[in-house]
């Protein structure tokens, strides 16, 4: 049937791995492949229908927008066929030759880490999209006929076994624009090629499908659009069901959040929150998953100036019966329709959430320890909604048990009269944060402090600035001033000797700190180092020096003693009897604090200097 030579391909190493899984190690739900494959041709059609929108001239221009499928058991084989957009033979090396997808090696290499749960392999295989090679799980051999929409396409034909090469070849055939994917089953898989196991399998979601789907000739679907019913008569399974075709998952929602609304505009809206964040796998951004329908016409699966850019981790389906039908990808961007669409969901969205924290805690915790993260970007990047995110934060702190977090309005409440301003200190672990030398100020005090264990959470505070009229303040920031802890002990160094400390040290520590001063703060610390510079702090050095970027000068921290801890005041008599050890001592006290403060970037320079003091020590011990 060819008319030129064949052309044999390889395919790309990361395929070749794929579907080495794929065929191998995927034998618990072969029945997906449909779904995959139908899914594809609805894909197929939705592209047509917004080139035919952007007035392309298309081939082969009146055929309807259906997907069929037939089987033939004589033959062993399925067949699944769309009048959609078709391929060029450019497009069949691309889109079956290759992954395109970026971070394609890092979902390679998930997948073969995932091989021995086949659960695991089965999400992630529908988290990514490789549906197409799914037809190998079933197939010894894939035929994919096509004719593409565009004027100089040709009729084409593309086979593989899926052992690691494909074959391209022109046809003499005259084809429909579209594609028809025929499957020519492996034996243990000849039960595809009965009408009744298909009409099973289709039957479970086809009615999700937004086009007609046909087996043999006969409609088998009738087209159910969840999202307009009343959540009355919706039951559970269904929103289940519903999801995993619409999100292409295999996983139960996480959240199931249905709504309709009149004014301002007319919409109906069916959310999901998936149980998994695939981000925190290294995949790369997840492309929005909420889909835009107008009067039960899916406009755009993967609409991306619809809802804001950290609420990508949503799926489901927004159908607004404002939106002009010949909506465009490009004019969505300026629409004021679509912007106002945006905000009513958002705001509804966050307020459903707020709900949830409230009606179920244990749901929400799950979700916040999967999804906070988006939270965060968009209380840092969504100028708009910033304020409505800030009370869906949770934090521990002084005031929770380990692991136990609370709300900044919870915190607010807590807080004693005097208190103007709301705390947070930022550090990996909680222990680290309880035997530094910042909290015991706040704790002397009865003030609560938050505790921040993610770099974003900086971010996030310094961003929002406050909540509910309080300041938000790092309490390692040199703002903070406190007043005099109610219960400090021991007789401090008197006041000129101290300054005379002070100046002794800032004069030998020269540029590497702001100021020296004698701090009312510190109660079991020597001394600590405070950071003058609210946003070059501790942590957001660790960020730019990751990412290779200028972090300026040497930190900028004023240093503060304690002019009632022993140390302190034992260095201010060395300092007129042993200058040298009394040097050694201030320079350590100075990194010791800097440590705490996570700002010592080469603690090498160290270990000579306290190499003397040891000796020192041990000398005087012996004595
Ligand atoms: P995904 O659908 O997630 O992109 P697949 O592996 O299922 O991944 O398909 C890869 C690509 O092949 C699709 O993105 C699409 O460009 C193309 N493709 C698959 N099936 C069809 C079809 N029926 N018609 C046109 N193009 C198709």
């Known amino acids: 049937m060819s008319t030129t030579e064949p052309e044999i391909h390889t395919f790309q190493a990361e395929v070749k791995q794929l579907l080495d899984i794929v065929i191998h190690s995927l034998y618990t739900d072969r029945d997906i492949f449909v779904r995959e494959l139908v899914s594809n041709a609805a894909d197929s059609l939705s592209k047509l229908r917004h080139l035919r929108l952007k007035g392309e001239t298309l081939y082969d221009e009146s055929l309807p927008a259906e997907i069929n499928i037939s089987t033939d058991d004589a033959a062993g084989t399925v067949t699944i066929q769309d009048y959609g957009v078709g391929l060029t033979h450019d497009e069949l090396v691309e889109n079956l030759g290759t992954i395109a997808k970026s971070g394609s090696k890092a979902f390679a290499a998930a997948l073969r880490e995932a091989k021995d749960n086949p659960a695991d392999t089965l999400e992630l295989i529908g988290q990514f999209g490789v549906g197409f090679y799914s037809a190998f799980m079933v197939a010894k051999e894939v035929r994919v006929y096509t004719r593409s929409w565009r004027s100089d396409g040709e009729n084409l034909c593309w086979t593989s076994d899926g052992s690691g090469k494909y074959r391209i070849e022109t046809t003499e055939d005259t084809q429909r624009r579209g594609a028809k994917i025929v499957l020519k089953l492996k034996d243990d898989a000849k039960e595809f090629a009965k009408e009744d196991r298909i009409k099973e399998i289709l039957q479970r979601y086809s009615s999700f499908v937004p086009y007609p789907v046909n087996l043999n000739g006969k409609r088998v679907n009738t087209i159910e659009a969840i999202w307009t019913k009343s959540p009355s008569e919706v039951k559970k399974e269904a929103y289940a069901e ?47 998953g909420v889909a835009l329908y107008c009067k039960k016409v899916l406009i755009d699966p993967h609409p991306r100036n619809l809802l804001p850019e950290w609420l990508r981790f949503l799926r489901g389906v927004i159908d607004s019966a404002d939106l002009p039908l010949n909506i465009s990808r490009e004019s969505m961007q300026d629409s004021a329709l679509v912007r106002k669409l945006s905000k009513v969901i958002t705001g509804r969205f966050l307020k459903f959430l707020g709900d949830e924290a409230r009606k179920n805690p244990d749901n929400f915790a799950k979700f916040y320890e999967t999804f906070s993260i988006f939270l965060k970007e968009g209380a840092t990047s969504d100028h708009e909604h910033r304020e409505k995110i800030a009370p869906l934060l949770r934090y521990e702190s002084s005031a929770t048990e380990p692991g ?47 505790y921040l264990f993610d770099p974003i959470d900086e971010f996030v505070m310094n961003h929002l600035g406050e909540f509910e009229g ?58 600590a180092a405070l950071n003058a510079d609210r946003f070059m702090t501790a942590s957001m050095r660790r960020v730019l020096k990751s990412m290779n970027q200028d972090t300026g000068a040497g930190p900028s921290v004023k240093l503060e003693i304690n002019p009632r801890h022993a140390l302190v005041k034992r260095l201010f008599a060395l300092k007129n009897d042993d200058t040298d050890l009394a040097g050694a001592v201030a320079d350590q006290l100075l990194d010791n604090s800097l440590m705490a403060a996570g700002l010592v970037e080469d603690p090498r320079e160290m270990a000579g200097r306290l190499n003397t003091l040891l000796e020192r020590l041990a000398g005087s011990a012996k004595s």
Not at 498 to 525: H, I, N, Q, T, Y
């Open 242 to 288: 519903f999801y995993k075709f619409q999100a292409n998952a295999f996983d139960e929602p996480l959240q199931t959040f249905h709504f309709s609304a009149d004014v301002p505009i007319e919409i109906n809206a069916l959310l999901f929150t998936p149980t998994q964040n695939i981000e925190r796998f290294g995949f790369g951004r997840m492309e929005p």
């Open 404 to 450: 136990k977090t609370t709300s900044l309005k919870d915190y607010v409440e807590r807080m004693g009269e005097n208190q103007k301003e709301i705390y947070y200190l930022h550090a990996p672990k909680r222990s680290t944060i309880e035997n530094g030398p910042y909290l015991e100020a706040f704790k002397a005090r009865g003030l609560e402090v938050l």
């Open 470 to 527: 309080k300041k938000l303040v790092a309490a390692d920031s040199a703002d903070v001033a406190l007043e005099e802890a109610p219960d400090a002990e021991g007789e401090p160094l008197p006041e000129e000797e101290a300054k005379a400390l002070c100046g002794w040290l800032k004069e030998r520590f020269g540029d590497r700190v702001e100021s020296v001063e004698a701090s009312r703060r510190l109660v079991g610390s020597p001394a």
